[in-house]
């Protein structure tokens, strides 16, 4: 499968404002104290080797993941030491592929997933391949 027209559009990073110290502790707390509500899984289940290999390409292979997740969910945690820009630039040169910041993680894991099964990677395979 190739970029199938997958066109990013530009995403403006100027003016983007990490998620503080304080604001983190306080969805830790709502989440802990039963808050927040879950989206569904379903997905994310489905694609879950390919999740966890984007998770940990971002650096939160801990994470909790939806099927509404998407990637700019995690950029607001990552390094203060470095530009929203700069990392996203780094987390798709190690994916090894053009996505946009505000794709899913499932996506994400979908297209990663598919490139893997046609480069021919050991464990990659749909079940039909097997047969």
Same mark, same amino acid.
């Given at each position: 499968?190739?970029?199938?027209?997958?066109?990013?559009?530009?995403?403006?990073?100027?003016?983007?404002?990490?998620?503080?110290?304080?604001?983190?502790?306080?969805?830790?707390?709502?989440?802990?104290?039963?808050?927040?509500?879950?989206?569904?899984?379903?997905?994310? &289940?489905? $694609?879950?080797?390919? #999740?966890?290999?984007?998770?940990? @390409?971002?650096?939160?292979?801990?994470? %909790?993941? /939806?099927?509404?997740?998407?990637?700019?969910?995690?950029?607001?945690?990552?390094?203060?030491?470095?530009?929203?820009?700069?990392?996203?630039?780094?987390?798709? &040169?190690? $994916?090894?592929?053009? #996505?946009?910041?505000?794709?899913? @993680?499932?996506?994400?894991?979908?297209? %990663?997933? /598919?490139?893997?099964?046609?480069?021919?990677?050991?464990?990659?395979?749909?079940?039909?391949?097997?047969?």
């Amino acid at each position: 499968m190739s970029q199938e027209n997958h066109q990013e559009e530009e995403f403006n990073f100027k003016g983007l404002k990490r998620v503080s110290p304080e604001k983190q502790e306080q969805i830790r707390k709502a989440a802990l104290e039963g808050r927040i509500e879950c989206a569904p899984q379903d997905k994310v &289940s489905e $694609l879950e080797p390919w #999740v966890d290999e984007v998770l940990e @390409i971002l650096g939160h292979s801990e994470a %909790l993941v /939806t099927d509404e997740s998407s990637v700019w969910d995690f950029f607001p945690f990552m390094d203060e030491d470095k530009e929203v820009e700069e990392e996203f630039e780094e987390f798709k &040169s190690k $994916l090894g592929f053009d #996505v946009s910041i505000e794709d899913l @993680i499932v996506d994400v894991a979908s297209r %990663l997933w /598919t490139l893997r099964a046609e480069k021919g990677h050991a464990g990659y395979a749909t079940a039909k391949d097997s047969d």
